[in-house]
Nanobody, 129 residues
Framework: QVQLVESGGGLVQPGGSLRLSCAAS????????MAWYRQAPGKQRELVAG???????NYADSVKGRFTISRDNAKRTVILQMNSLKPEDPPVYYC???????????????????????WGQGTQVTVSS
């Protein structure tokens, strides 16, 4: 099974920076779009930034000029560089990847290709004085 593992979260002072990484592993043929989401307690998960397989990026207005998303296809990793962090930034960050992988059918006798979204478990980013 494909797995996404996030790292880099932690405690940072207002105005500080953190770098989040998310690495994919498993039976992966290719990785399509990748993205970072975040969520505050009791709130809906929101898109922070996305990056396509071709390298096109998009950002939520709330993070433009502060965050940068990038990817390393060889390492199957998506990065989120976060600068000028604010206490009001939602604290839990999740990576998501649309991954082309192999799946089995008919009792494992037949393999086929599928595209499926995978999520990381989330990493905490606490901005506090």
């Amino acid at each position: 099974q494909v797995q996404l593992v996030e790292s880099g979260g932690g405690l940072v002072q207002p105005g500080g920076s953190l770098r989040l990484s998310c690495a994919a592993s498993g039976t992966i043929l290719s990785i399509n779009d990748m993205a970072w989401y975040r969520q505050a307690p009791g709130k809906q998960r929101e898109l922070v930034a996305g990056i396509t397989s071709g390298g096109s990026t998009n950002y939520a207005d709330s993070v433009k000029g502060r965050f940068t998303i990038s990817r390393d296809n060889a390492k199957r990793t998506v990065i989120l560089q976060m600068n000028s962090l604010k206490p009001e930034d939602p604290p839990v960050y999740y990576c998501k990847a649309d991954i082309r992988t192999l799946a089995n059918d008919k009792g494992g006798l037949v393999s086929y290709v599928k595209n499926e979204d995978y999520w990381g478990q989330g990493t905490q980013v606490t901005v506090s004085s």
